[in-house]
């Protein structure tokens, strides 16, 4: 699989599940937005600079997207990737949308990451600006 190291850090954030969206994930530029509300919270994954100090979040996050789109029969793509990092003892942070997927890796390592998942066969490059 060949992957793109998007630019910049994210946070990945904890709200209320009956809390709105705030009004600062809207903020601009940011490599990647995603909302999931379930009955017990609403996470917020974004550029790190929009995540308020008030709010309950985890920071330092480095973000990995699979060159997609990818046809929904394909089986095994988490897979392929998330066990050469667990080998490696990398932690993740997982998110799908209708055409691809995410890995979020902690900044600290990222490089042990990309390591990893050369390693294994696939291929790791920045995105572009």
């Given at each position: 699989m060949k992957l793109?190291?998007?630019?910049?850090?994210?946070?990945?954030?904890?709200?209320?599940?009956?809390?709105?969206?705030p009004a600062w994930v809207w903020r601009e530029p940011s490599p990647l937005l995603a909302i999931t509300r379930t009955a017990s919270e609403l996470s917020i994954v974004c550029a790190q600079e929009h995540a308020p100090d008030n709010v309950r979040h985890e920071r330092d996050w480095r973000c990995l997207m699979v060159e997609g789109p990818l046809d929904f029969s394909l089986t095994g793509v988490l897979?392929?990737?998330?066990?050469?990092?667990?080998?490696?003892?990398?932690?993740?942070?997982?998110?799908?949308?209708?055409?691809?997927?995410?890995?979020?890796?902690?900044?600290?390592?990222?490089?042990?990451?990309v390591k990893a998942l050369n390693a294994s066969g696939h291929q790791v490059a920045a995105m572009e600006p």
């Open positions: 793109a190291l998007l630019p910049g850090l994210c946070a990945v954030c904890r709200l209320d599940p009956a809390t709105p969206p897979a392929t990737l998330l066990t050469p990092l667990a080998e490696a003892g990398v932690s993740i942070f997982a998110l799908s949308t209708f055409d691809t997927d995410y890995l979020l890796v902690r900044a600290a390592q990222l490089d042990l990451a």
